[in-house]
């Protein structure tokens, strides 16, 4: 499961919400950042891929929450509800 954040239809950005996460003792996990295509390992590529706008910007907006065969509806919903209140913070404030 993997969640994209879009802060300007969200109202907060990806890294904000794993922050407030974090601080509840969720993990989450980002894939892909930096992109497969700016890591050192594949420099040697770049000039043959180019800029990739639409990937690079995906890899700021995925966040991976808590995935396991134990997870229970309420560990689901504590999750949601952090990132709800994420939102709702960032909305009343006006941030």
């Known amino acids: 499961l993997s ?18 996460l974090t601080k509840a003792g969720v993990e ?4 892909f950042a930096p992109p497969v295509h700016l890591q050192t390992a594949y420099k040697p590529w770049r000039a043959q891929t180019g800029p990739l706008p639409v990937t690079e910007q995906l890899a700021t907006e995925v966040l991976n929450p808590p995935l396991w065969v134990g997870l229970t509806t309420a560990d689901v919903e504590r999750v949601a509800g952090i990132i709800a209140a994420c939102q709702r913070s960032k ?3 006006g941030a």
């Open 3 to 20: 969640l994209r954040i879009v802060a300007k239809e969200f109202g907060a950005t990806r890294d904000e919400v794993r922050a407030e």
């Open 91 to 93: 909305v009343a404030t």
């Open 28 to 31: 989450t996990r980002t894939y």
